[in-house]
Every structure is written in structure tokens, then in C-alpha cells.
């Protein structure tokens, strides 16, 4: 295959160069390492902390701006960031797993250029410059927490970025409602089940494998990763339903017809 020149025409004093693909003139998407993820997005949780204005003034018009665009990291959303941090940690160790792309914003037009030829494209982030992610925020902020958690955290993955630049707040806001109004929330089960890296998940369907038999399973878990240790017992009755805690489970078929047997587990 013959080699193409690619002509990409960016002072390098300008600010740092994210490679990748121009959308459109206010959207521009790319990969990046996390090093460079974590110096153009400041620490979401950062931005809420009190005494911002007299350890970090730089970030106060930056918290200021994404009040208007994003919610508070409180509740549900902040319980989510340590599991999530976990996930990450373990995704770039692991080398495998999937986190979705980050929409960022920057109310300012950002210099992009294109070559016409091979279609690869350039955005120039200024040094000041700091960008607000409208979706992908809890990501954004348990990206910092893993960083600050985790010492041997690898920064080898390339993280999915969305930029939009050069539109205002109103169209910013729209941006995160039909980011999170448009699709179908999916339920907790249903994802539950699919995912196949669960200890309980592989348990429940290795039992279902296994007529009139007990499946006893001692699940230890570490962050949002587990280990399940399992014993079967053939000759021990099931019923119909098993309790299923963090710490133990107990799967079981449905129990031969006549049986008295009640269901039983073991707590460990």
C-alpha cells in the first residue's frame, strides 16, 4: 500500500493537539490517553469543593460554567464513583472492558484543521483552556478517583472523546438532555444478567445446568471485582427460591415434585 502525506499545518506553540476526526465545525471526536484526559478535564468532584476560589481561582469561571450544564455529584452518582473507579482500575490492568465515550464542551471555538486527503484531523486545546464533560461526568470524575486510589494505575488505554466547542450554554444544556432523555433506561436485571464477568451471574447459570442439586457459592468480593468458591450437592433437596446476599448465594433448581424441603443457605 502506497504511503499518503498527510499534511496537518499546527504550530506546536499553540497548545496541545488532539488527533482525530472533525465532525462538523463544533464537534470533533478523538481518543486520548488518560494523562492528557485528566489535564484538560479538571476533577468534577474538585470543582465542587469548598475553597475552590483560594487553592484553584484558575478553575473557578470553570466550575461556574458547568454548573449550568451538568448535576452536583450527590447521592446516587456519587455512591456510583468508587465502584466505578474499581471498574477503570481494573479495565486498564485487565486490558479488557468497555467504557462509554465522554462529551466534552468548550463554550469557546476551538482552531481544528483537516486533510483533505486522508480525512485525519487536529483540534488545538490552548493551555488555559479547560473542557466540561456534559455526559460522561460520573466517568470523568472516578477517572480521578482511580488515579488518586490506585499508584500502579496503568496509562496505556485510550479513552473515547466527544468535543463540541463554540456553542453556548443553551445549546450545551440540550446537549445533556438528549444525552440522558432520549434513550430507554435499561433495567437492573436485564443488566444484571448480562454481565458475564459476575461470579453470581456464571453461578445462577451453571445451576440451572445442574437438576435437583444445590450449588452452595461463597462469594468474596474486592471493589466492584468478586471471586465466587462453589460446591454442589446432588443428593441435598432445593427450593424454588434461594437468598442471595454480597457475601453468600445459593442457586438451585426447582425441587423434585413431592419434596417437603424448605430452602437453606450458608453465610460465610
Not at 451538568?70 to 464513583?81: F, Y
Not at 453470581?200 to 444445590?214: A, F, G, Y
Not at 462469594?219 to 442471595?244: D, E, F, W
Amino acid at each position: 500500500m502506497a504511503k499518503q502525506d498527510i499534511s496537518l499545518d499546527i504550530p506546536s506553540d499553540e497548545g496541545r493537539v488532539i488527533y482525530g476526526a472533525v465532525v462538523s465545525t463544533a464537534e470533533f471526536q478523538a481518543t486520548v490517553r488518560p494523562p492528557l484526559f485528566r489535564t484538560v478535564v479538571p476533577d468534577p468532584s474538585r470543582l465542587e469543593s469548598r475553597g475552590l476560589d483560594t487553592h484553584h481561582p484558575e478553575l473557578v469561571q470553570v466550575a461556574e460554567m458547568r454548573r449550568k450544564v451538568q448535576r452536583l455529584i450527590e447521592r446516587a452518582k456519587k455512591s456510583n464513583v468508587p465502584d466505578y473507579a474499581a471498574y477503570i482500575y481494573e479495565k486498564a490492568k485487565a486490558g479488557e472492558g468497555f467504557t462509554p465515550q465522554v462529551v466534552l464542551w468548550s463554550p469557546q471555538p476551538l482552531r481544528t484543521v483537516i486533510d483533505e486527503s486522508t480525512g485525519l484531523g487536529a483540534i488545538v486545546i490552548p493551555d488555559e483552556a479547560r473542557l466540561i464533560a456534559i455526559d460522561g461526568d460520573t466517568q470523568a470524575t472516578a477517572r480521578h478517583e482511580a488515579r488518586r486510589l490506585y499508584t500502579d494505575m496503568p496509562d496505556h488505554e485510550r479513552i473515547k472523546i466527544v468535543i463540541l466547542h463554540g456553542i453556548g450554554v443553551e445549546a450545551a444544556q440540550q446537549v445533556f438532555h438528549d444525552a440522558n432523555a432520549r434513550g430507554v433506561k435499561v433495567s437492573t436485571s436485564l443488566a444484571i444478567g448480562f454481565d458475564n464477568r459476575d461470579p453470581v451471574t456464571r453461578l445462577s447459570r451453571r445451576s440451572r445446568r445442574r437438576p435437583r442439586s444445590c450449588v452452595i457459592a461463597s462469594i468474596t468480593r474486592s471493589g466492584s471485582s468478586a471471586r465466587a468458591t462453589t460446591t454442589s450437592s446432588p443428593l441435598r433437596p432445593c427450593g424454588r427460591r434461594s437468598p442471595v446476599s454480597s457475601r453468600a448465594s445459593m442457586a438451585c433448581r426447582s425441587r423434585p415434585t413431592g419434596s417437603s424441603s424448605r430452602p437453606s443457605a450458608r453465610r460465610s
